[in-house]
């Protein structure tokens, strides 16, 4: 019984050192740097030009969606004033790309169809009232990406041998870096959830492939990305052993490993439904508590499996001011603060504490506090976020990481931003 008390006390001194941020107060936040975004873009088809003219519709600004889709379903179960605008600025985007994938249909890069996983959601969320009936939600959110996902299964595997390993041309091996897996995964979870839920019984052949894609980044590409020994992933096959950072570790990049993390996230989020949710696409009420796995997914259970042991290895690597490295493994190579892993990472562990992966009195403190410490330190009055690594695939890309150099890109991190936010307003709503 003593120990029981002792336990017990602990808990409540452990719970007492931290406080949880006010829902409406983290609303304020992303609302802050979503609005500074939308002022600077009002035109949300108009192309991007980064030394080079690009459509809107690429990843960068593909993942910036993903986060807006997620505040806009948070602003709609809150009341939000916001929702009518940030869904028509959502539409008015995917409308003026036809909701086709960068490049078409037959595109095989996943840097091109990152943009489906927000023409998904938009199909599946409520629209707002007021929206003309020529407007209303349609299948045509859903064709092109359906075109495309097809065209990837149906993509020639033409098996061949090499170095006494059986290699394939086919669609399989087409994730070779693990941001791909970011930009790719999900949209196979959440068409096949799409697809599921209007009665198509062989949905699983979406998720079935996103596995053997996932699976081959894993085990195969350069030998295996993912080093089961420590957690992490290699960027790609560039950076497998024997190349090391500066102090003799393994080259983990912050970003690269926050891709991954995401990535399982969300294929897992589209596989459950919230016990008491409501259609038309069964998404969960705030304060959700208890879910249903629709079974689509038979790989559930080692994307699972691989998403804990990524949050073990990613809590280890935390720094003391709660941010993380872009090096995860070596502090010295550009240590600093830095917004864009950062967010990634703690959006994982808010959605894992949320489902019951993760225990809430280790993981609370640091999904809080981190978050607290994100919006103290990057975003700045007018909504401008600093502290984040622009476009690249190491530690040394986009240097030097600063609270006033804007990155080339300035869309993306504000997506995972705003991922993260919504999933502390969840986890606070619970």
């Not at 086709?100 to 927000?118: E, H, K, L, M, W």
């Not at 102090?247 to 596989?271: H, I, K, P, Q, T």
């Not at 007018?382 to 190491?394: A, D, I, P, R, S």
């Not at 993306?412 to 606070?428: I, K, N, S």
Request: glycine share 8%.
């Amino acid at each position: 019984m003593r120990n029981l008390f002792l336990s017990v006390c602990c808990f409540l001194v452990s719970v007492s050192l931290f406080a949880q941020p006010a829902r409406q107060e983290v609303m304020r936040a992303m609302e802050l740097a979503n609005d500074y975004f939308i002022r600077k873009y009002p035109d949300p088809g108009k192309p991007t030009f980064v030394k080079k003219e690009r459509p809107s519709n690429l990843w960068t600004r593909g993942v910036y969606f993903e986060g807006l889709a997620a505040l806009t379903e948070v602003e709609r179960l809150l009341g939000g004033e916001k929702y009518n605008q940030y869904y028509q600025y959502i539409h008015a985007w995917g409308a003026a790309h036809g909701w086709q994938p960068r490049n078409g249909v037959t595109t095989r890069d996943a840097d091109d169809y990152c943009c489906s996983q927000t023409y998904l959601d938009m199909y599946m969320m409520p629209q707002p009232d007021g929206i003309p009936a020529a407007r209303q939600k349609s299948w045509d959110f859903v064709v092109p990406t359906k075109q495309c996902l097809d065209n990837l299964i149906a993509a020639e595997d033409t098996p061949w041998i090499a170095g006494g390993q059986t290699k394939s041309t086919g669609s399989d091996g087409d994730w070779t870096w693990i941001d791909a897996i970011q930009m790719g995964l999900p949209v196979f979870s959440k068409m096949a959830r799409l697809c599921y839920m209007n009665g198509d019984k062989a949905a699983a052949r979406y998720t079935e492939k996103g596995w053997d894609m996932y699976e081959t980044s894993r085990e195969d590409i350069g030998g295996g990305l993912y080093n089961a020994k420590d957690g992490l992933w290699w960027r790609d096959k560039d950076f497998v052993p024997p190349y090391t950072e500066p102090n003799g570790e393994d080259c983990y990049w912050s970003r690269g490993n926050g891709w991954v993390y995401a990535a399982l996230v969300r294929a897992m989020d589209a596989m459950l439904v919230g016990k008491s949710a409501q259609p038309p696409y069964y998404m969960e009420p705030l304060g959700e508590k208890k879910w249903a796995n629709i079974g689509v997914d038979e790989h559930f259970k080692e994307y699972r499996k691989d998403y804990l042991a990524m949050t073990k290895a990613l809590l280890k690597c935390q720094r003391e001011d709660l941010f993380w490295n872009v090096s995860l493994h070596d502090e010295n190579n550009y240590g600093g603060k830095e917004l864009s892993g950062t967010a990634l990472f703690i959006y994982g562990m808010a959605w894992g504490v949320r489902h019951g992966y993760l225990s809430e009195s280790k993981y609370l403190p640091v999904i809080y506090q981190t978050w607290e410490t994100m919006v103290k330190e990057c975003l700045h009055d007018n909504g401008f976020l600093g502290y984040v690594q622009g476009t690249g695939k190491e530690p040394k890309d986009s240097q030097p990481v600063t609270y006033d150099k804007e990155p080339d890109f300035d869309d993306y991190a504000l997506g995972c931003f705003l991922l993260c936010g919504t999933e502390v307003v969840r986890l606070l709503s619970m």
